[in-house]
């Protein structure tokens, strides 16, 4: 086989592969099923850069102190910031946030439950909009859309917690909870305690 007709099959199988990769990178997010949360369309032009809201913030601008640590969770920028009691440590992560403005809730509250391996019900709003979803996934399991570990705050029905699918962080994609990694939930439950401070902006 000649290099000229060698070079031309191999530029053949590259173009292939390529195309078979768009095909399957081009497949629509709600193609892979497997999650029992909701999910919006991206339609074009809705897709917002967040890098510039991905900076630190002071504590102080939120809160008076932070006794038992700090929560603040930027719904517009997508990400939790974190302050420790002593103020030693600060984090910042990317999250999931509610899918429209009637599922948000602003304001403060805090952390009155920590559990690793949530069980999830879905709520009854949920239930009825679809009522083929389980009444109980365990926890523990792939398709649980809490995740690893959960943060359930004083308001019915909302938490801060992990999920298995990583598409969804960074998106308007919950029914009005704040998602984040599994690895990010499981360093946050490790410094965050009962108590600890909660606003959401």
């Known amino acids: 086989m000649s290099v000229a007709k060698s070079g031309h099959q191999t530029r053949r199988v590259f173009l292939g592969t390529a195309a078979a990769g768009m095909t399957v990178s081009l497949t629509p997010a709600w193609a892979m099923n497997g999650s029992t949360e909701e999910e919006a369309d991206v339609l074009p032009g809705s897709v917002r850069n967040n890098v510039s809201s991905f900076r630190m913030l002071r504590w102080q601008d939120y809160f008076e102190n932070t006794l038992k640590g700090a929560i603040l969770v930027d719904i517009t920028s997508r990400a939790l910031h974190f302050w420790s009691e002593d103020q030693t440590i600060y984090r910042l992560y990317p999250t999931s946030v509610p899918l429209s403005e009637d599922l948000t809730r602003r304001g403060r509250t805090e952390v009155v439950q920590k559990v690793v391996a949530p069980s999830w019900r879905p709520t009854p709003s949920m239930k009825e909009r679809n009522p083929e979803w389980p009444d109980v996934v365990e926890g523990g399991a792939p398709d649980n859309p809490l995740g690893t570990h959960a943060l359930y705050l ?37 410094m965050a305690q009962v108590g600890t401070q909660v606003l959401l902006i």
Not at 175 to 189: D, K, P, Q, S, T
């Open 154 to 190: 004083a308001w019915t029905y909302y938490r801060i917690h992990g999920t298995h699918d990583t598409r969804k962080i960074g998106r308007r994609s919950s029914n009005g909870c704040v998602g984040l990694y599994n690895e990010h939930i499981a360093e946050l439950f490790s």
